[in-house]
């Protein structure tokens, strides 16, 4: 099965237009949440160990794909904010939840907008959120160009480390990519955790 899937593999990654497509996979992503992108970088990195791609191209591509898609996403929130505001009212589930939305990134907005974009789904409802809260875009994009070089450098490079470590079998190279990035997420899913449970502890007491 591995020989079969492995050479066409090989074949898209090695394409001249593999960089076009992570551009558009990651665009695509922070609007469409459904398009695995962060699976096509992490692919592109491991094959960047060979030589196959350019290890900066797919960070850049990566990166400019995924600021793109935020980008898209926003000006959707910001299109819908009268809308959703005006059905919202004065009270009420949603006019809370749009009035806390505003007061978190207000207060931290920069932090959320970087940590959300490692997470599928959570980039698109904090970037559509910016957009309809009225977040001011230059702030929102300063802080997106550095989530999206960050998340960008990141897949790419765990997958780079996968493909250093099995330089001679990409397969394995990719499964310890992807189980790089799955501990990170993890990792950080759990210290989430942590610290909600110790804030709602400190509360409590």
Known sequence: ???????????????PWIYLVLFAVAAIDGFFPVVPSET?????????????????????????????G??????????????????A???????????????????????IIIASRYFPGARTAVTLAAGAVSYRWQRFAAFDTVAAITWGTYSALVG???????????LKGLLLGFGLAAA????VELT???????????NVG
């Open 1 to 15: 099965m591995t020989d079969v899937i492995l050479p066409l593999v090989e074949d898209v990654v090695s394409s």
């Open 89 to 111: 009212g004065s009270t009420g589930r949603r006019r809370a939840a749009l009035d806390r939305a505003r007061a978190a990134l207000a207060t931290r907005g920069g932090l």
């Open 70 to 87: 935020d980008q898209v996403s926003y000006a959707f929130g910001r299109l819908a904010g009268p809308r959703l505001d005006g059905r």
């Open 160 to 170: 780079y480390i996968g493909g250093v470590a099995f330089e001679s079998d990409p």
């Open 40 to 68: 096509s970088v992490v692919t592109a990195g491991v094959f960047a160990a060979s030589g196959e791609t350019s290890l900066v191209l797919v960070i850049l591509a990566a990166a400019l794909g995924a600021f793109t």
């Open 192 to 202: 989430r955790h942590l610290r909600r449970r110790h804030a709602v502890a400190v």
């Open 184 to 187: 990170v997420t993890a990792l």
